[in-house]
């Protein structure tokens, strides 16, 4: 899910009420008798939106139906085109994040910056193979769900990379 944009408020303020919110989906989903159900909170593309990794992993913490989700072209398109894939599973691993949920898609350029315009993936931005050897070098269970406009095509792109670097489905 998105979360939400930092609008007016500071960094601080709008994490306060956006975990204060999802307390009180929690206590309702249970009223409801609801249970089991778990949250993505997405990480988000643009620095007005509310969904940095750390934000997220925090946020995992004090709200336990809310896991992170990683959109890694959102956090690619955040750190001005940059991403270091190692890192954010890292991040993850120590966050107690035994599973990670994810997309991955390609991002278009405008004005010198990538924007969340998905494109195809086999694009320079963001580049999908470093991904995939990071995931099979640290054997990450990982859900990876192909999100560009051109869904089956890319995804068996995906698929044949991680083949490539020796990934295997278990039976």
């Known amino acids: 899910i998105h979360l939400g944009y930092y609008g007016k408020l500071g960094v601080e303020e709008a994490y306060t009420r956006i975990r204060d919110s999802l307390l009180d989906v929690r ?41 992170p989700y990683i959109d890694w072209a959102h956090l690619f398109a955040r750190n001005g085109g940059q991403i270091d894939y190692s890192s954010v599973l890292e991040k993850l691993k120590q966050a107690g994040i035994t599973h990670v949920n994810s997309h991955f898609e390609g991002l278009k350029k405008r004005g010198g910056f990538y924007v ?12 999908f193979r470093p991904l995939a050897e990071a995931i099979i070098k640290r054997g990450v269970d990982i859900t990876l769900i192909c999100e560009s406009p ?22």
């Open 27 to 67: 206590d309702r989903l249970g009223s409801m008798g609801v249970k089991g159900v778990m949250l993505g909170g997405e990480t988000m593309a643009k620095s007005t939106q509310f969904g940095t990794l750390e934000e997220l992993i925090e946020l995992s913490r004090d709200v336990d139906i809310v896991k």
């Open 116 to 127: 969340d315009v998905h494109d195809t993936v086999d694009v320079e931005a963001p580049p």
């Open 150 to 171: 051109y869904l089956e095509d890319d995804a068996l792109k995906m698929k044949a990379v991680l083949e490539q670097l020796g990934y295997r489905l278990n039976p």
